[in-house]
């Protein structure tokens, strides 16, 4: 039997790719590789059960930049909540880049008895080397400075000083042009929105729309090729060039659902991996998706496989492209267990274990819709948060309302009505 893996996906090796895949409901898994386009399949090499219930094999003679995608078999009854079927490819989860952004079919979402391979309609996995660590730093940001939110392909689209083939994306950040404008306006951090590879809403296509905020992940290591065109190194050089000037990137993560969304969605990843370990469901009713983030299903940051996952992102974030911290979408997710959002969950604790995260600035969104989901003020002393108490008593402030002056006073002074409950020092 083979060892458990440092990492999982795809590994370069001295004489080829190991490739490591965890399900604990699998019988069966299988690396597809595919040709130089990502178009035909090539072969279909079945991987060895190990240790953890860690699929795995070497594939000798493979190399970066070889195309490939997981595929999976066990139990298939949706009322239970399995999903397998081999004729779904499956993105890696672990995936550092991809061959095309996703595009959602109708076809992605066919019962096993279709018997429909998805893989015409998939993007590919790339094998991809990493690049070496970049030396730890403390973030270029303190708590007070100005946070800009930036939509990546919104923000240098139109910009006539943007050469045409950088505008929209990551490369574009790093113009004299953009950091001139951010340091004119003081920012200390930009704030990415979601930068990893997405896929349209299903109701998206038919009103002749699409996704333009991201918010809808499939993978969550992989950068989304329309934005990152030069895959991870985009990514770094842009870091870099802005932490040259002073200023510090943040990422808004999406860890609270994937783009598999509800019961009748695509197949796409986690789901034909191990649907009961990533994803959340109503008590008692195994087959039911818990649906607290409201976009039809709820990572289980509950399970250490999820966590894994999650952990592996944030690090490999800050490892190889040097990012400063993170913005959590619908952070009580991160904390829910099966009665609740509890701040001393499963997350929170292994979060410390990790040194590379221990510096970097986080920010959560305390909220999702789930029951009990509004927890301003009750997340650890180590994130801050989006405090909307303090948006509402300005606005009330500013457009005259009566009795508003003691309130504004209130945030203004740092909201210890929320925040000093726990001894926070922040908000």
């Known amino acids: 039997m083979s060892a458990p893996p440092e990492r999982f996906g795809a590994t370069l090796t001295t004489d080829g790719v190991h490739f490591a895949l965890w399900s604990e409901t699998a019988t069966a898994a299988w690396v597809s590789i595919f040709d130089a386009k990502g178009d035909a399949e090539v072969a279909r090499i079945p991987l060895e059960r190990g240790p953890a219930d860690i699929f795995q ?18 139990p298939y009854d949706k009322a239970r909540g399995h999903w397998f079927d081999p004729a779904k490819l499956l993105a890696d989860p672990h995936a550092i880049e991809i061959d095309r952004p996703y595009v959602y079919d109708a076809r992605l979402a066919a019962p096993r008895e279709a018997e429909i391979d998805t893989a015409p309609l998939m993007p590919k996995a790339i094998v991809t080397a990493l690049p070496a660590p970049i030396p730890h730093r403390q973030p270029a940001f303190t708590a007070g400075g100005l946070i800009y939110e930036i939509n990546v392909r919104g923000f240098t689209m139109l910009h006539p000083d943007i050469p045409a083939a950088q505008r929209g994306t990551l490369a574009a950040l790093a113009h004299p042009a953009i950091i001139d404008h951010l340091k004119g306006i003081g920012v200390s951090a930009i704030e990415l929105m979601p930068i990893t590879a997405w896929i349209d809403e299903r109701h998206l296509g038919p009103l002749s729309l699409t996704n333009s905020w991201g918010y809808n992940p499939v993978g969550f290591m992989a950068l989304d090729p329309r934005l990152a065109p030069g895959g991870l190194a985009e990514l770094r050089q842009a870091v870099e060039a802005l932490h040259d000037e002073g200023i510090a990137v943040l990422l808004d993560v999406v860890f609270n659902h994937s783009g598999e969304s509800d019961a009748v969605g695509p197949t796409l990843s986690l789901r034909g991996i ?5 994803f959340s469901t109503v008590r008692d009713e195994p087959g039911t998706l818990a649906n607290d983030s409201g976009c039809g299903n709820t990572l289980n940051c509950d399970h250490p496989a999820t966590r894994r996952l999650v952990f592996d992102a944030l690090r490999h974030f800050v490892t190889y492209a040097g990012i400063d911290g993170f913005r959590f979408d ?36 305390p909220w999702d819709i ?3 989901g509004y927890q301003l003020g009750n997340f650890p002393e180590s994130f801050l948060e989006w405090n909307d108490r303090y948006r509402d008593d300005v606005r009330r402030f500013w457009r005259g309302d009566p009795h508003s002056v ?14 000093g409950r726990l001894d926070r020092t922040h908000s």
């Open 57 to 74: 094999a070497t594939v000798p003679g493979l190399g970066e930049g070889a195309r490939y995608g997981f595929r999976t078999d066990g």
């Open 274 to 278: 191990d649907n009961h370990a990533y």
């Open 330 to 365: 619908l952070a009580p997710i991160l904390g829910r267990a099966r009665d609740g959002f509890e701040p001393d969950a499963a997350f929170f604790r292994e979060l410390k274990r990790y040194p590379e995260l221990a510096d970097r600035i986080l920010i959560a969104e």
């Open 370 to 372: 789930g029951p009990g």
């Open 406 to 419: 003691g309130d504004l006073a209130t945030r203004l002074a740092g909201s210890s009505d929320i925040f």
